[in-house]
């Protein structure tokens, strides 16, 4: 019976320290999965502005391009 009583004892204390373990081991993953995420967001966020960029560079290229047609046009209407 004592036995049986120690045996219960040693599990209830292994217990306490795997619910122990547990409680650290989340204490210490909690902020590295916030970490990882507002990586993972920032960098989302950063490839949306590289994309924004691009596109900008893309509008001011345009409107390079029509106001050289538009000088065009208007050199050949001034040779008429």
């Not at 081991?25 to 507002?38: A, G, M, T, V, W």
């Not at 960098?43 to 949306?48: A, E, P, T, V």
């Not at 509008?59 to 029509?66: A, D, G, I, R, S």
């Amino acid at each position: 019976m004592f036995e049986d009583l120690q045996y219960v004892q040693s599990l209830e204390k292994e217990v306490e320290e795997l619910e122990y373990e547990k409680a650290e081991f989340s204490n210490d993953y909690d902020p590295l999965l916030q970490e990882c995420l507002s990586k993972d967001i920032m960098c989302s966020i950063l490839r949306s502005f590289d994309d924004i960029e691009e596109q900008t560079d893309m509008q001011c290229l345009y409107l390079e391009k029509t106001e050289e047609c538009e000088n065009l046009e208007l050199e050949l209407l001034k040779c008429k």
